[in-house]
């Protein structure tokens, strides 16, 4: 997907270097995210790759850059599940810069994660979200999820606790 200057398109494993340097940014820009800026420290140019390509591979899963001016501004990922009983669910997660909040490009890797998720013939889709991520909860209500749970001493940062609010979006519709 192109709109103006941005494209949005699978993550292709000679893009690692660039999904690094936009780790290494993004995950110092804020404590929203999973991973640690010393968590990014720790994965290897070559393990990066190597998530890319099984990316590509597995039929239900989907890695998005969203690529602006010759940079990673915005990630998303869907992964599916293997065991037959589940395999009707997907998880996701994002991150878009903090320059880039409030533009619509979580937007449009949203709605393309979403329509992957459809074409592909899953029926649902889960995420985790700190509960004071209010950008962010606002995003995935404006498409469709639901929340269904909450999540008490969700994340530890600085040895603060945060709680997550656990949403799905049912695309059985």
């Known amino acids: 997907m192109t709109i103006k200057q941005l494209v949005i398109r699978e993550a292709l494993p000679e893009d690692a270097p660039m999904i690094l340097s936009f780790l290494e940014i993004v ?13 990014v420290l720790n994965i290897s140019l ?17 890695f998005l850059v969203a690529i602006k001016d010759k940079e990673v501004v915005g990630t998303a ?43 592909n013939h899953l029926e649902m889709l889960e995420l985790e979200v700190r509960a004071d ?11 469709g999820f639901k929340e269904y749970g909450l999540c008490k001493n969700y994340m530890q940062v600085d040895g603060q606790y945060y709680d997550g609010i656990l949403m799905s979006l049912n695309l059985k519709n």
């Open 46 to 62: 070559c393990d990066e790759k190597k998530r890319l390509k099984k990316s590509l591979k597995s039929p239900n899963d989907l």
């Open 77 to 119: 990922n869907l992964q599916s599940f293997s065991r037959t009983r589940i395999q009707h669910r997907g998880t996701l997660g994002m991150a878009v810069l903090k320059k880039h909040w409030g533009k619509g490009i979580g937007h449009q890797l949203l709605n393309e994660i979403i329509r992957y998720a459809r074409s």
């Open 27 to 39: 995950t110092a820009e804020t404590s929203n995210l999973l991973l640690t800026p010393d968590d």
């Open 133 to 143: 991520n209010l950008l962010a909860i606002q995003l995935y209500k404006k498409s």
